[in-house]
C-alpha cells in the first residue's frame, strides 16, 4: 500500500485533519508503546466517597504510570477528572522521601534519619507530657485513611500517648449527618445504596453540588430521571444538576430548617403523611407535627427567600410519589444548625414513609474517600471501635479488654478539631502529631488557625507532600500513598471496598501504620502495637467491631475481593452484608423505631448589617480536592483551574476577572470575579482549595454546631468591593531544596477566572 501524501478534500476532511497531518499525525504506523509489559493492578479511587473502581496500570519495573476505569457497580467505567489523574501523585517528583526536622520554626528543613527524627518525636512527647500533663499532648487523624489506619490513630493516641485529645478532619465533613442519622435511627451511615436512585419517583438532592463534588454519582441521578423520576434541587447556586432539575429551590443559605418544616407543613395540611408508617414505626410525631405548623409557606418564603408557592410544589412532589429519595451533603450540614438541618429532612422521609425500601430512602453522601469508615473505629474523640461510646461504662471495657489494658487506663472523650486549636491557643494543647490533614487549609477563620499552631511547643506531621500545614511542623515524616499499601476504606453507601498495593515506595517512605508502631514501641507500648501491616490491623478492628452496630467481622480481604465491597453491618463470615437499612421497619433503637426530633430555625452566627450585607457561601470544584495539597500539584487539573474566584452575580457591575475584594469580619481577600446569574445576587461564592492569601477560610467563621462541633463553612457576612490587584496564589510547598514541579506553575498565575462556564449567564472573559 502507497505511503503518499493524499491531497485533502475539504469538503470530505473533518475540520483540523490537516493540522493533524501536518504534525506528524498521519502515518499510524509510526506510533510506537513504550511500555512493552504492564500490570493492571484492581483498586479504588483515593478521592471522595463514591469510591469508583479503577485499575492502576504498572510498568515493568514495578512502577505506577497510568489508570485504566474498572466495571465495577459502583462506577460502571467512569472516572472524573480527578481519578483519572490521581495516578500522578504516586511518582510525582513533589514527593517527600526523607524524614524532614528542624528543631525551632526558626530554623530551616533539612532531611534527616529515621532514627534521629523519630528519637526527637519521643523525646518530645516525653517531655511535654511529663511537664504538662498527658493530655498537653493531642493527635489529628483523617478520613481519607484506610479503615485500619484510622482504627490504629484512635488506638495510639489513646494507649501509646495515653491523651484524651484526638479527633479527625471527617469533624469538618460528616458529623452533622453522623448525629442527626444516631438520633433518628440509632445507626450513622445511609439507609440507601445508590441503585436505589434507580428506582424512585422523586429524588431530592439537597445542599450537594453533585457535578463537580461526586461526578459519577450523576449517572444514577440520569438514571432516575431517564425513568421518569421527578428531580428537586436545594441550593444557593444554580450548579450544574440544579440546572436540569424540575424545581430548582435557589434559597438563602443558613435557611434549611425553616424550607424543610414548611414542606412538612404543606404535606400535613393536605394530608400527604404516611399516618399508618408513622404509628406504628416512629416517636415524637406529635411534636414534630406542632413545630412545623408555625411554618406556613409565607412565613418560609420570607425567611428563606423563594416564593412560597415553590414550597407548596417541592411538598405535593415529595408528598405524592409513590417511591421518594433524599440526600444531602455538607451544603445542609456545615452550620451551627447542621444537625437539626438534617433532622429535617429524616422528619420528611418518615412522615411520608419513604424510609427501607427500594427507590425511598434517605441518605448523606461522603465527601472523602473514607468518611464514612474514618469515623466509624476510633479517631473521632468520643467514640471507640465499632461506633462504641468513650463515656459508656461497657463499652470502654469491651475495648480495653481487646487492647490489653484496663478500663481506668482509657482517656476519657476530648474534644473537636477546633476546639482542639482554641486549646492550642490557651496552651492547654502544647504537642500535636497530624495524620492525613491539612488545617491550615481546611479550618475556618485561618489567623486563629495559624496563632494555635504557632503557639505549639512541638508538632509532627505525617504526609506524602509537604503541605502548608507540614511546612509548620518541627518534624514531617514520608508516609506511603494510597497505591503504595493495602486497606479498607467504607463509601457513601457504607460498602466496604479494597484497595489494593500497586507499587512498593520510593526508598526512605514508610506506611503510616509502621511509623505509628514504631513511636507507640518506643513510648514502651511496643506489645500492643505488633502489627507487621494492614491486615493485622484489620483483623484486630473486626474483632473490635464485633457485636456492635458497625458490626465488621464477616467482612475478610478475601470475600471483598471476591464480592468487590460489602455493606456493614456484616456479623459472620456467612451473612451478606446489609445495603438497604430498616427493610422491616426497624431501626436501631430498642424499640426499634424512628426517633423523630421537633426543629426551630435559627439565624446564622455571623449577623448581617449594614456594613456586611451579603452571605459568603463556601465549597469544591470539580478539578480539586479538599485543601489541594494532592490535586494542586497535578498539572491538568491546575490547567483547569488555576486559582480560586468569587462567584458574583451581574447585578452588582462586575466583569469577569476583575479584582474583587471579599470583607468578612475576619478577613478579607482579593480574588478575579466570574460573573454568573447562577448564584442569589445576595451571595457571593469561593471555592476552599487553595492556601492563604487566597484561602477561602481567611473568610469563614469558626462557629460550631452546638451538638456535632461542625464549623459553619457554608454562610456568614460578606461584603464586596472593587479592588486594583488580584491576590497570587503561592506554589504548593515542597521540601529543602527542590523547585516546584514545572507543570503546576504554568496556569497557576493566570489572573483570570476559570474558562469553564460554572452556570447560565456567565459572562465572556475580558
Known amino acids: 500500500m502507497s505511503t503518499e501524501h493524499v491531497p485533502l478534500d475539504p469538503s470530505v476532511a473533518p475540520?483540523?485533519?490537516?493540522?493533524?497531518?501536518?504534525?506528524?499525525?498521519?502515518?499510524?504506523?509510526?506510533?510506537?508503546?513504550?511500555?512493552?509489559?504492564?500490570?493492571?493492578?484492581?483498586?479504588?479511587?483515593?478521592?471522595?466517597?463514591?469510591?469508583?473502581?479503577?485499575?492502576?496500570?504498572?510498568?515493568?519495573?514495578?512502577?505506577?504510570?497510568?489508570?485504566?476505569?474498572?466495571?465495577?457497580?459502583?462506577?460502571?467505567?467512569?472516572?472524573?477528572?480527578?481519578?483519572i489523574n490521581a495516578y500522578q501523585q504516586v511518582n510525582h517528583p513533589d514527593r517527600l522521601t526523607a524524614p524532614l526536622v528542624r528543631r525551632s520554626r526558626d530554623e530551616e528543613f533539612r532531611e534527616a534519619s529515621w532514627e534521629e527524627a523519630l528519637d526527637f518525636t519521643v523525646a518530645e512527647i516525653r517531655r511535654i507530657q511529663a511537664a504538662h500533663g498527658r493530655d498537653a499532648f493531642g493527635m489529628l487523624g483523617g478520613a481519607s485513611l484506610f479503615s485500619e489506619k484510622t482504627y490504629l490513630v484512635g488506638k495510639f493516641a489513646r494507649v501509646a500517648l495515653k491523651t484524651r485529645h484526638v479527633d479527625y478532619n471527617g469533624r469538618l465533613c460528616m458529623v452533622s449527618a453522623a448525629g442527626a442519622n444516631k438520633l433518628a435511627f440509632g445507626i450513622d451511615r445511609a439507609g440507601n445504596p445508590f441503585s436505589d436512585m434507580l428506582q424512585t419517583d422523586c429524588l431530592l438532592i439537597a445542599g450537594a453540588n453533585v457535578g463537580?463534588?461526586?461526578?459519577?454519582?450523576?449517572?444514577?441521578?440520569?438514571?432516575?430521571?431517564?425513568?421518569?423520576?421527578?428531580?428537586?434541587?436545594?441550593?444557593?447556586?444554580?450548579?450544574?444538576?440544579?440546572?436540569?432539575?424540575?424545581?430548582?429551590?435557589?434559597?438563602?443559605?443558613?435557611?434549611?430548617?425553616?424550607?424543610?418544616?414548611?414542606?412538612?407543613?404543606?404535606?400535613?395540611?393536605?394530608?400527604?403523611?404516611?399516618?399508618?408508617?408513622?404509628?406504628?414505626?416512629?416517636?415524637?410525631?406529635?411534636?414534630?407535627?406542632?413545630?412545623?405548623?408555625?411554618?406556613?409557606?409565607?412565613?418560609?418564603?420570607?425567611?428563606?427567600?423563594v416564593p412560597a408557592e415553590q414550597i407548596v410544589q417541592v411538598a405535593r412532589m415529595f408528598g405524592r410519589a409513590e417511591r421518594a429519595m433524599a440526600c444531602h451533603a455538607r451544603g445542609i450540614e456545615h452550620h451551627t444548625q447542621g444537625v437539626e438541618n438534617c433532622l429535617t429532612v429524616i422528619n420528611l422521609c418518615t412522615a411520608t414513609g419513604n424510609l427501607g425500601r427500594p427507590g425511598a430512602g434517605y441518605g448523606t453522601l461522603t465527601g472523602q474517600g473514607n468518611g464514612q469508615g474514618g469515623r466509624e473505629h476510633g479517631?473521632?474523640?468520643?467514640?471507640?471501635?465499632?461506633?462504641?461510646?468513650?463515656?459508656?461504662?461497657?463499652?470502654?471495657r469491651q475495648i480495653a479488654a481487646i487492647w490489653g489494658i484496663e478500663e481506668s487506663e482509657l482517656p476519657q472523650a476530648g474534644t473537636s478539631m477546633m476546639e482542639m486549636v482554641w486549646q492550642m491557643q490557651r496552651d492547654e494543647i502544647r504537642g500535636l502529631i497530624?495524620?492525613?490533614?491539612?488545617?491550615?487549609?481546611?479550618?475556618?477563620?485561618?489567623?486563629?488557625?495559624?496563632?494555635?499552631?504557632?503557639?505549639?511547643?512541638?508538632?509532627?506531621?505525617?504526609?506524602?507532600?509537604?503541605?502548608?500545614?507540614?511546612?509548620?511542623?518541627?518534624?514531617?515524616?514520608?508516609?506511603?500513598?494510597?497505591?503504595?499499601?493495602?486497606?479498607?476504606?467504607?463509601?457513601?453507601?457504607?460498602?466496604v471496598v479494597k484497595h489494593n498495593k500497586a507499587q512498593e515506595p520510593p526508598a526512605g517512605v514508610r506506611t503510616d501504620t509502621w511509623v505509628l508502631c514504631e513511636i507507640a514501641r518506643r513510648l514502651g507500648e511496643g506489645s500492643k502495637f505488633a502489627f507487621e501491616g494492614?491486615?493485622?490491623?484489620?483483623?484486630?478492628?473486626?474483632?473490635?467491631?464485633?457485636?456492635?452496630?458497625?458490626?465488621?467481622?464477616?467482612?475478610?480481604?478475601?470475600?471483598?475481593?471476591?464480592?468487590?465491597?460489602?455493606?456493614?453491618?456484616?456479623?459472620?463470615?456467612?451473612?451478606?452484608?446489609t445495603p438497604r437499612l430498616f427493610e422491616d421497619g426497624r431501626t436501631y433503637h430498642p424499640d426499634g423505631k424512628v426517633h423523630l426530633q421537633a426543629v426551630e430555625w435559627h439565624p446564622p452566627a455571623d449577623p448581617y448589617s449594614d456594613e456586611f450585607p451579603m452571605r459568603l457561601t463556601t465549597g469544591r470544584t470539580v478539578a480539586h480536592f479538599l485543601s489541594g495539597n494532592q490535586t494542586r500539584r497535578l498539572g491538568g487539573l491546575v490547567e483547569q483551574t488555576p486559582r480560586p474566584w468569587v462567584e458574583v452575580h451581574p447585578s452588582h457591575g462586575f466583569r469577569n476577572g476583575e479584582p474583587v475584594r471579599v470583607v468578612t469580619r475576619r478577613g478579607s481577600e482579593v480574588l478575579p470575579a466570574l460573573v454568573t446569574e447562577a448564584i442569589r445576587p445576595d451571595h457571593v461564592f469561593v471555592p476552599y482549595h487553595w492556601p492563604y492569601p487566597t484561602a477561602a477560610n481567611v473568610l469563614t467563621i469558626d462557629a460550631l454546631d452546638p451538638r456535632s462541633k461542625i464549623p459553619e463553612y457554608k454562610v456568614c457576612a460578606v461584603r464586596i468591593e472593587r479592588a486594583e490587584r488580584i491576590d497570587p496564589v503561592p506554589a504548593p510547598p515542597v521540601p529543602p531544596g527542590r523547585e516546584p514541579y514545572p507543570e503546576t506553575q504554568v496556569s497557576r498565575t493566570d489572573p483570570l477566572s476559570p474558562t469553564a462556564p460554572q452556570g447560565r449567564g456567565t459572562a465572556e472573559r475580558g
Open 15 to 83: 475540520l483540523g485533519t490537516r493540522a493533524f497531518r501536518d504534525a506528524g499525525g498521519l502515518p499510524a504506523a509510526a506510533w510506537r508503546a513504550d511500555q512493552t509489559e504492564q500490570t493492571l493492578v484492581p483498586t479504588h479511587c483515593c478521592f471522595c466517597g463514591i469510591q469508583c473502581g479503577m485499575y492502576l496500570r504498572v510498568d515493568g519495573r514495578g512502577k505506577v504510570f497510568g489508570v485504566e476505569p474498572r466495571n465495577h457497580d459502583i462506577n460502571r467505567m467512569r472516572l472524573c477528572p480527578k481519578g
Open 212 to 305: 463537580e463534588c461526586f461526578p459519577v454519582l450523576t449517572q444514577y441521578v440520569w438514571g432516575a430521571r431517564d425513568r421518569g423520576a421527578t428531580l428537586i434541587v436545594v441550593d444557593p447556586r444554580e450548579t450544574a444538576v440544579a440546572r436540569t432539575a424540575d424545581v430548582h429551590v435557589a434559597l438563602k443559605s443558613g435557611t434549611d430548617a425553616a424550607f424543610f418544616n414548611a414542606v412538612l407543613h404543606v404535606i400535613v395540611a393536605e394530608g400527604l403523611t404516611d399516618e399508618a408508617f408513622l404509628a406504628e414505626h416512629a416517636t415524637g410525631w406529635e411534636e414534630v407535627k406542632a413545630t412545623v405548623a408555625a411554618y406556613p409557606p409565607d412565613r418560609a418564603a420570607e425567611i428563606c427567600g
Open 379 to 396: 479517631q473521632k474523640s468520643d467514640l471507640l471501635p465499632g461506633g462504641r461510646s468513650i463515656n459508656d461504662p461497657v463499652h470502654r
Open 434 to 495: 497530624g495524620v492525613c490533614n491539612n488545617p491550615f487549609v481546611s479550618l475556618p477563620n485561618y489567623a486563629v488557625v495559624k496563632d494555635g499552631f504557632d503557639r505549639l511547643e512541638f508538632h509532627a506531621q505525617f504526609d506524602f507532600f509537604l503541605s502548608e500545614t507540614a511546612a509548620n511542623a518541627h518534624v514531617v515524616f514520608p508516609v506511603t500513598t494510597w497505591a503504595e499499601d493495602e486497606g479498607v476504606m467504607a463509601n457513601a453507601e457504607a460498602r
Open 534 to 577: 494492614s491486615r493485622d490491623v484489620f483483623d484486630e478492628l473486626r474483632r473490635a467491631s464485633a457485636g456492635t452496630v458497625i458490626d465488621y467481622y464477616g467482612i475478610t480481604y478475601e470475600r471483598l475481593e471476591a464480592t468487590g465491597g460489602i455493606a456493614w453491618p456484616c456479623p459472620s463470615l456467612e451473612h451478606p452484608g
